[in-house]
Nanobody, 120 residues
Framework: QVQLVESGGGLVQPGGSLRLSCAASGFTFSRYAMQWYRQAPGKERELVAGITSTGGSTGGSTKYADSVKGRFTISRANAKNTVYLQMNSLKTEDTAVYIC?????????WGQGTQVTVSS
């Protein structure tokens, strides 16, 4: 049974930091590209950050939405079947449900999400 379980969300003040985790099970984690998406109320889901699978010459390459470049860092620990999102210098506009995604070819899996609220 495939599972993606996010954790680490919460309430933080502007300028603060959070580290999200996504624990994966039920599939070969290292072969999947991993992504973090977010969805704010009334807005479409958007890609925040992604990291490629660790096979091949481009293994572990990362990409970021322009709005989070320089503030967020995605990483993965294949030994722990976990992907992380380190979020620094948080802004009120970062408030959203953050959702983990695993993708390989036409197959993808989604977590349930974790709420991040940035407010003073």
């Amino acid at each position: 049974q495939v599972q993606l379980v996010e954790s680490g969300g919460g309430l933080v003040q502007p300028g603060g930091s959070l580290r999200l985790s996504c624990a994966a099970s039920g599939f070969t984690f290292s072969r999947y590209a991993m992504q973090w998406y977010r969805q704010a109320p009334g807005k479409e889901r958007e890609l925040v950050a992604g990291i490629t699978s660790t096979g091949g010459s481009t293994g572990g390459s990362t990409k970021y939405a322009d709005s989070v470049k320089g503030r967020f860092t995605i990483s993965r620990a294949n030994a722990k079947n976990t992907v992380y999102l380190q979020m620094n210098s948080l802004k009120t506009e970062d408030t959203a449900v953050y959702i983990c995604n695993a993708a390989r070819g036409i197959v993808d899996y989604w977590g349930q999400g974790t709420q991040v609220t940035v407010s003073s």
